[in-house]
């Protein structure tokens, strides 16, 4: 690599970082007219207090902007939507500028090249509908107001996943600002190092991601949507789904979810005050095949069934995510192959009878190519399903109660837990322990050494702590 700038900094404390913030052109500040609207993430329920707020809308000010953090030796913590920002503001942002880079925008789609560039912190509904167009789509997750850059950084499921591998995976390049405001490129050819590290090891931890080349897929249409039962269902549909994915066709990608919604006028009757379970996703391949394949989960009688051919970007709504700003908490397991006895723990912690279950208790299919190693820091998803909980929490002092409920669930899943979490749907501080193999820490460590030796950039996962080998034997 190049040498990068070296900006030496003296240690500050945390209110003396605020102070020294106070006034830089761009920059919000704690009592600040605006800044507590600024601070709020998409997920209402983390309670962020950074000690300055910036918002660029151009590179030149990121450069800036980092540059002037760099001065007064503040801690940067790049952010897009702020859905993940749990752990960052668990982990404490008192020392820190938060870097918000929702006006950082746009995406550019080369048709001949089967390719998109997304600036900083597009979301993925803005690059789907550009390049639905051309009759290509990418490797979105379940919600279109999620962005590019915190979703790839972290790996990247989606319901194109057992067919086509993990979103990070589809990187071509990153243009990336580090903590001493150098812009780096880094691809395959050219800070080879960091291309490796940004491919799933949370890039929050080596710079602010500015944009991103990533390959897009030619797809136009999908086979997709949803199958919906009353939670009354579940001790039959469960089982039978999780029959159902055992050598299942990579094809498809689905998640099995169990839901209670409250009574709330803005959602659709069908939804509103019930408890269901619900199995969503898409299936690559043609319409008769698609149709033999869903066939055994038909058999079970579904109430709802909207899995149809439809344009590829109405795979954005197909998992009915919120559609706008949420609180909510979640725990996180990967799990290995589930017996029955795995599944009587679930239902027994989620299902019809469960008492005090959480709103959500979601499973999605791993496997297919998304088993498959590539060489980046996040080389594939190695269990057999991914496990998510999720609590919503209208009011602040709903929160202890609803990680009571959510970690329940992960406790009684515990035994059946198999494979390192997966950073995206890790929402809790610390909880990224475990994530990366030895050797993958050690590496993520040498990346960090060279890209921000000073430590400064603060992501949702920071680096797990370097692991100490057993001395040699003399
Ligand atoms: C409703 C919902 C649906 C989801 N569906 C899926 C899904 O289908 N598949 C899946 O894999 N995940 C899914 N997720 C998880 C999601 O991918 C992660 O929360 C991801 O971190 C969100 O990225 P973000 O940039 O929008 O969020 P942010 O909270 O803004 O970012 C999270 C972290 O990523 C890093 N980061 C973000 N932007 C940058 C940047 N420009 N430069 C450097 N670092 C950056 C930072 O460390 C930041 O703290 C979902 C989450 C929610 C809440």
Partial sequence: MSSPVRIETAPHTAGAVASALRGIDGILTPGDAGYDQARLAWNLAADQHPAGIAAPEHLGDVLRIVRAAALVGARIAPQSTGHNAMPLAQGGLDDALLLRLHALTGVDIDVERRTARVVGGTLWRDVIAAAAPHGLTALHGSAGDVAVAGYVLGGGLSFYGRAHGLAAHSVRSFDIVTSFGELVHASPDSHAGLFWALRGGDGGNFG???????????????????????????????????????????????????????????????????????????????????????????????????????????????????????????????????????????????????????????????????????????????????????????????????????????????????????????????????????????????????????RRMCAAHPLPAMPSRPAPAV
């Fill in 208 to 454: 602010v991601v500015v944009a991103i080349e990533l390959d897009l897929l030619p797809i136009a249409d999908v086979h997709a949507g949803f199958l919906l039962w009353d939670i009354s269902a579940a001790p039959v549909v469960l089982p039978a789904w999780r029959s159902w994915t055992e050598g299942l066709d990579r094809a498809v990608t689905t998640s099995l979810r169990m839901l209670r919604f409250p009574p709330l006028p803005e959602l659709p009757p069908f939804l509103s005050g019930r408890s269901l379970v619900i199995i969503d996703g898409a299936v690559l391949a043609e319409d008769d095949r698609a149709a033999e394949l869903l066939g055994p989960l038909r058999e079970l009688q579904p109430e709802l069934d909207t899995f149809a051919r439809m344009p590829a970007i109405g795979l954005l709504d197909v998992h009915m995510d919120p559609p706008v700003p949420s609180a909510g908490v979640s725990d996180h397991l990967m799990l290995g192959a589930l017996g029955d006895e795995a599944l009587a723990d679930l239902l027994a912690a989620a299902g019809p009878d469960a008492i005090g279950a959480p709103a959500i208790v979601e499973l999605r299919q791993l496997g297919g190519a998304l088993a498959e190693p590539e060489d980046a820091a996040l080389s594939r998803l190695d269990g057999e399903y991914t496990l998510l909980a999720i609590d919503m929490v209208p009011v602040p002092a709903m929160i202890p109660g609803a990680f009571a409920r959510v970690s329940a669930v992960a406790e009684a899943m515990r035994p059946w837990a198999d494979g390192a979490p997966y950073l995206n749907f890790v929402e809790t501080a610390g909880g990224a322990a475990g994530s990366f193999q030895i050797e993958a820490i050690e590496r993520l460590h040498r990346v960090r050494a060279l890209y921000d030796p000073m």
